[in-house]
Structure formats: structure tokens, C-alpha cells
């Protein structure tokens, strides 16, 4: 099957219904239910978008089994060109979301496609799991799947060594071996677009190393979100039924973030890519490099993200008549600058890239770490605060739109209209703004950032354990050795 149309990725939701709870309801259709319609919708259209005619040369390449046009997320670089041209395809999907949906497909769809092309990586353990990924790669490739990851095993209690210790009652364990497959149970943390994806794909993560005794926790593979004994327990929904006037953004962009439970569930073993191999868990992310290649997917979202942001503050300034005031040209002036770091990383990451051992072309990792550490911990908080510092009270004098069809909607256009904008307009912008800075899905956006790619603690502790300050100490040596 080439490239899917967004009507084929609903009507594979609707044939394959998975256990989802939400707010005490068991979910029959995700596709249909409020929490998640809007969601599933606004995946569906970047589905459309590699059919678009004007689109699809850029969304899409020729699969090298059949030759129908694939999602380009899929394609194993080989060049810089193929990334940047990558990248190109990535940012048209971030832009439909404003950079607001971090887990459209093309997030996994890159891990999956590092992996293949590191495909011996996994052999290393058994011979047959290279095959296992390779195959897995070209069934979703082909069948364009939508993808799902829960890599954080739910802990009893934190423990501060680098090693996470594992309570067999609590994380995702290995039960049994049996001819079928593996038998796993436990639960996982956080399977973003969980009950809206076809797959669930569960692996280790580094900022929550393994410890040597943790074998039945060292695995890898992927399954069918349909799978009998997986159930994904969903937050409460951030789509509140409202207009796109209202909530712009949370009655458009709900990608759900998900607690997995794993009921003694059957993994076939052609879906299981490692097994009991602590060192392969904890070292695939640099043995494949599918850091960098996430990365890379991450990085360019952000920088999507940041000029969204960058471009609302601009309208916010010129509706609020304030763009010659000192302070606010300084707090603009701060987001251009985050905007044009985060883009001179994405950029050095392609420049300065290359073939891994596998030759697979590979982003840089240090600007791609950079860029993606600064947005998380600092950028996009602080991008979020800049909106309201200069939207002030205009986020809170904020008509719904029913308030226009009303008999105060005189007041309201007459009070609320602004040198540049009548009431509406204003209303309808800084609607955005707030959806952007201060309701519940913009609280969970900047949690988002914060914490989605591990917790900046444990992510720096493994930057100070692993980056190379050697040359840069040796020099200040030499420094101090003119002084005697
Ligand atoms: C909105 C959102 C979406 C997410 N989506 C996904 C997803 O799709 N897939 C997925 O797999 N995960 C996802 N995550 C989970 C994310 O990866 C984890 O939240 C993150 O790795 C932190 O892990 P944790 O929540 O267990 O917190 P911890 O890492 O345990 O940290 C909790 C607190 O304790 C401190 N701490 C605890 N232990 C240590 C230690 N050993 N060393 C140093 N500090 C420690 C931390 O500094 C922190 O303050 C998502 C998270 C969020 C918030």
C-alpha cells in the first residue's frame, strides 16, 4: 500500500478497536469520542498532505520494494541532501500543527528507519532480530502506520543512582519465553498519542539507564495498539468541545498522553528486537544513532514552534499599539534570538553530519543536544512567559465568540477594539495567545518540552559523564604554565 490517505489511517482505528479509558468511561470509537476526534482529525490531514498534488513530491519517495510513493519520514539518508530534504518534509507536517503536535508520525517513523539502517546493531544479541527489524521497518513503511512509544517504567520510589532500580510489581517485565513470542507485564509511562496510534513500539531509554541485573526489563519490540491485554488509561481530555475561535489550538491539536498497563501480553517473537541484553538496551541509541535522527525530527519542531510563537507575538504587539515601547522590542528581540540559535543548531547539525558506521547519513549530535536541551529547559518556557508579559490583561478581557451574537455585543466592539483591530479580531488573536501561554493545553506544552525527552537533571548528568571538556581544560594548562 503507498503513502495513506487520512480517511484510510481513521477507518484502521475503527477496525481495530483498543482498550481506552478516560474519565471513568470505557472509549468504544476514538475516532468518534470528543476527547480524541479532533486529534485523530488533525493526524488524518497530514496523512491527506502526501496526497495533496501540490504536496506529495515533497512529502513522499518512491518505496524501493514497490516504487509507490512512501512518507518520506521513512527514507535512510544517505546524503545531507536527503536530510535537509527530510528535514523540508518535517517542517510542512510541524506547520499544520503550529509545531503543537510533537508525536506526528514522522517522530517513529525516523526511529524505525535508524534502526533499519543499523539493522546489524541488533544482531548482535540474536542473528534473527536484524531480520525482525528490517521486516518491521517494511511493514510500516508500507502500510504507513501511525506510531506510539512508552519508554518510562512507572517507579515505586526514585532512586538518585544513574541506574534506575525496577520494582518487578510496578515496570514492564519480562514473565516468560514461550514458542509464540515473549510474555510481558507491567506498566509504561507516557504513550503520547497513545490510543490514537496503530502500534506502540516499547524500548529502553538512556536517562533511565538499566542496572546489570535488570535483564527481564531489557527489551525491545512492537505491537499492535489492538493487542489483547494492553489498556491505556488516558489524562483528561484537553479538547473541550469548544470553537476553533475559543480553544484555537487544544480543540484542534489533543494528541493525548497515555499510562500503558500490559496485561500479560504476547509479543510475537518476529515483533521483539532485543532481549535480555542490558549493555544492547542501554547503547542503541548511540550504536544506531537514532538519537541524532530523533533529533533531528525534535529540533526541527522546535524551531517550527519557536517562529510560531515569534510570529504571535508580533500580532500581539502591533493589535496592542505597543511595537515602539522599549521592553517590548527587547522581549521580541529575545525570541528572535532563540529563534535564530535554535535554527543555526538545526543547520549545523545537517552541515557538520555524517555517515555513521552503518553509513547512514547522521545530524551532528552536539548542536542537535544543544538546540533541543536550551528549547526544553529554557527557551520555550521563557517564549511562553514573553506572551504574557505582552498580552497582559488582554488574555483575560476575552469574549467567547457566542458573546458577539449577544446584546452586550455592542460594548464588546465597541470597548474592545484596538487602533489596529476591531473587537473581533483582537479577540480571536489573543484567544491564540492565551491558548499559547495560559490554558491547560498550553501548561501541558510547556511540560512538554520540559520533560518529554528525560528530565533535564538526569539529561545533563549524562552530558557532564560523556562530553569530551578535555581539549578545552588542556588549553587553559597551557595558559597557566606562561605564568610560572
Ligand atoms: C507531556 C509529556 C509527554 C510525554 N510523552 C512521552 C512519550 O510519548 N513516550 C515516553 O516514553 N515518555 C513520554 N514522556 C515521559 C518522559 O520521558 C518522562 O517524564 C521523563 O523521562 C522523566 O521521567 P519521569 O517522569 O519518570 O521522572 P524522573 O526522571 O523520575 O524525575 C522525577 C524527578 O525526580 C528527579 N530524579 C529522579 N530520579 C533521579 C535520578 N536517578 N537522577 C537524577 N534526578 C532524578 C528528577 O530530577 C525529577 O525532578 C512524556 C512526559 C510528559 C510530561
Given at each position: 500500500?503507498?503513502?495513506?490517505?487520512?480517511?484510510?489511517?481513521?477507518?484502521?482505528l475503527?477496525?481495530?478497536?483498543?482498550?481506552?479509558?478516560?474519565?471513568?468511561?470505557?472509549?468504544?470509537?476514538?475516532?468518534?469520542?470528543p476527547?480524541?476526534?479532533?486529534?485523530?482529525?488533525?493526524?488524518?490531514?497530514?496523512?491527506?498532505?502526501?496526497?495533496?498534488?501540490?504536496?506529495?513530491?515533497?512529502?513522499?519517495?518512491?518505496?524501493?520494494?514497490?516504487?509507490?510513493?512512501?512518507?518520506?519520514?521513512?527514507?535512510?539518508?544517505?546524503t545531507?541532501?536527503?536530510?535537509?530534504?527530510?528535514?523540508?518534509m518535517?517542517?510542512?507536517?510541524?506547520?499544520?500543527?503550529?509545531?503543537?503536535?510533537?508525536?506526528?508520525?514522522?517522530?517513529?517513523?525516523?526511529?524505525?528507519?535508524?534502526?533499519?539502517?543499523?539493522?546489524?546493531?541488533?544482531?548482535?544479541?540474536?542473528?534473527?532480530?536484524?531480520?525482525?527489524?528490517?521486516?518491521?521497518?517494511?511493514?510500516?513503511r508500507?502500510?504507513?502506520?501511525?506510531?506510539?512509544?512508552?519508554?518510562?517504567?512507572?517507579?515505586?520510589?526514585?532512586?538518585?543512582?544513574?541506574?534506575?532500580?525496577?520494582?518487578?510489581?510496578?515496570?514492564?517485565?519480562?514473565?516468560?519465553?514461550?514458542?509464540?513470542?515473549?510474555?510481558?507485564?507491567?506498566?509504561?509511562?507516557?504513550?503520547?498519542?497513545?490510543?490514537?496510534?496503530?502500534?506502540?513500539?516499547?524500548?529502553?531509554?538512556?536517562?533511565?539507564?538499566?542496572?546489570d541485573?535488570?535483564?527481564?526489563?531489557?527489551?525491545?519490540?512492537?505491537?499492535?495498539?489492538?493487542?489483547?491485554?494492553?489498556?491505556?488509561?488516558?489524562?483528561?481530555?484537553?479538547?473541550?468541545?469548544?470553537?476553533?475561535?475559543?480553544?484555537?489550538?487544544?480543540?484542534?491539536?489533543?494528541?493525548?498522553?497515555?499510562?500503558?498497563?500490559?496485561?500479560?501480553?504476547?509479543?510475537?517473537?518476529?515483533r521483539?528486537?532485543?532481549?535480555?541484553?542490558?549493555?544492547?538496551?542501554?547503547?542503541?541509541?548511540?550504536?544506531?544513532?537514532?538519537?541524532?535522527?530523533?533529533?533531528?525530527?525534535?529540533?526541527?519542531?522546535?524551531?517550527?514552534k519557536?517562529?510560531?510563537?515569534?510570529?504571535?507575538?508580533?500580532?500581539?504587539?502591533?493589535?496592542?499599539?505597543?511595537?515602539?515601547?522599549?521592553?517590548?522590542?527587547?522581549?521580541?528581540?529575545?525570541?528572535?534570538?532563540?529563534?535564530?540559535?535554535?535554527?543555526?543548531?538545526?543547520?549545523?547539525?545537517?552541515?557538520?553530519?555524517?555517515?555513521?558506521?552503518?553509513?547512514?547519513?547522521?545530524?551532528?549530535?552536539?548542536?542537535?543536544?544543544?538546540?533541543?536541551?536550551?528549547?526544553?529547559?529554557?527557551?520555550?518556557?521563557r517564549m511562553?512567559?514573553?506572551?504574557?508579559?505582552?498580552?497582559?490583561?488582554?488574555?483575560?478581557?476575552?469574549?467567547?465568540?457566542?458573546?458577539?451574537?449577544?446584546?452586550?455585543?455592542?460594548?464588546?466592539?465597541?470597548?474592545?477594539?484596538?487602533?489596529?483591530?476591531?473587537?473581533?479580531?483582537?479577540?480571536?488573536?489573543?484567544?491564540?495567545?492565551?491558548?499559547?501561554?495560559?490554558?491547560?493545553?498550553?501548561?501541558?506544552?510547556?511540560?512538554y518540552?520540559?520533560?518529554?525527552?528525560?528530565?533535564?537533571?538526569?539529561?545533563?548528568?549524562?552530558?557532564?559523564?560523556?562530553?569530551?571538556?578535555?581539549?578545552?581544560?588542556?588549553?587553559?594548562?597551557?595558559?597557566?604554565?606562561?605564568s610560572?
Open positions: 500500500m503507498p503513502a495513506r490517505t487520512g480517511e484510510q489511517y481513521i477507518a484502521g475503527k477496525e481495530r478497536p483498543r482498550e481506552v479509558w478516560i474519565r471513568g468511561e470505557r472509549v468504544e470509537d476514538v475516532t468518534t469520542h476527547a480524541f476526534k479532533n486529534g485523530v482529525k488533525s493526524v488524518a490531514a497530514l496523512y491527506d498532505m502526501q496526497h495533496d498534488p501540490e504536496m506529495q513530491a515533497a512529502m513522499t519517495y518512491p518505496s524501493p520494494t514497490t516504487g509507490h510513493p512512501v512518507g518520506l519520514s521513512f527514507q535512510i539518508p544517505r545531507i541532501e536527503d536530510l535537509v530534504r527530510r528535514r523540508k518535517m517542517e510542512h507536517w510541524a506547520w499544520s500543527s503550529c509545531g503543537m503536535m510533537a508525536r506526528s508520525p514522522d517522530f517513529l517513523n525516523i526511529i524505525f528507519s535508524s534502526w533499519a539502517g543499523a539493522a546489524g546493531y541488533f544482531a548482535q544479541n540474536r542473528p534473527e532480530f536484524e531480520m525482525n527489524v528490517n521486516n518491521y521497518y517494511e511493514y510500516i508500507e502500510n504507513d502506520l501511525a506510531l506510539t512509544h512508552a519508554l518510562i517504567n512507572l517507579q515505586r520510589s526514585r532512586d538518585p543512582s544513574p541506574v534506575t532500580a525496577l520494582s518487578e510489581q510496578v515496570a514492564l517485565t519480562l514473565v516468560k519465553e514461550t514458542d509464540a513470542g515473549i510474555v510481558v507485564h507491567g506498566s509504561r509511562v507516557l504513550a503520547t498519542l497513545g490510543p490514537i496510534s496503530d502500534d506502540i513500539a516499547i524500548y529502553p531509554v538512556a536517562t533511565h539507564r538499566l542496572g541485573d535488570a535483564n527481564r526489563h531489557s527489551f525491545s519490540f512492537s505491537i499492535p495498539c489492538d493487542t489483547p491485554g494492553l489498556k491505556f488509561l488516558c489524562r483528561e481530555s484537553l479538547d473541550q468541545g469548544r470553537s476553533h475561535f475559543d480553544h484555537p489550538l487544544g480543540s484542534r491539536f489533543e494528541e493525548m498522553d497515555s499510562t500503558v498497563f500490559f496485561d500479560n501480553v504476547l509479543v510475537p517473537w518476529e521483539v528486537f532485543l532481549l535480555g541484553d542490558v549493555d544492547l538496551c542501554n547503547g542503541y541509541g548511540e550504536g544506531t544513532s537514532s538519537n541524532s535522527h530523533t533529533g533531528h525530527q525534535i529540533l526541527t519542531r522546535c524551531v517550527v519557536a517562529e510560531f510563537v515569534l510570529g504571535l507575538a508580533d500580532l500581539v504587539i502591533n493589535t496592542l499599539g505597543t511595537t515602539t515601547i522599549p521592553q517590548v522590542q527587547e522581549r521580541v528581540a529575545e525570541m528572535i534570538t532563540h529563534r535564530e540559535t535554535l535554527r543555526a543548531c538545526l543547520r549545523a547539525a545537517e552541515a557538520d553530519a555524517t555517515l555513521n558506521q552503518w553509513g547512514v547519513m547522521t545530524p551532528a549530535g552536539g548542536p542537535i543536544m544543544a538546540g533541543r536541551t536550551m528549547f526544553g529547559r529554557t527557551i520555550y518556557p511562553v512567559e514573553i506572551i504574557q508579559l505582552l498580552g497582559t490583561s488582554s488574555l483575560m478581557a476575552l469574549p467567547s465568540e457566542c458573546d458577539f451574537d449577544t446584546t452586550i455585543a455592542p460594548e464588546i466592539n465597541q470597548y474592545l477594539a484596538t487602533d489596529t483591530a476591531n473587537a473581533r479580531d483582537r479577540s480571536k488573536l489573543f484567544h491564540l495567545a492565551w491558548d499559547v501561554s495560559c490554558s491547560s493545553f498550553s501548561g501541558r506544552q510547556v511540560l518540552e520540559r520533560m518529554f525527552g528525560g528530565d533535564p537533571v538526569r539529561t545533563a548528568i549524562i552530558l557532564f559523564n560523556n562530553y569530551n571538556r578535555e581539549p578545552f581544560a588542556e588549553r587553559v594548562r597551557e595558559f597557566l604554565a606562561t610560572d
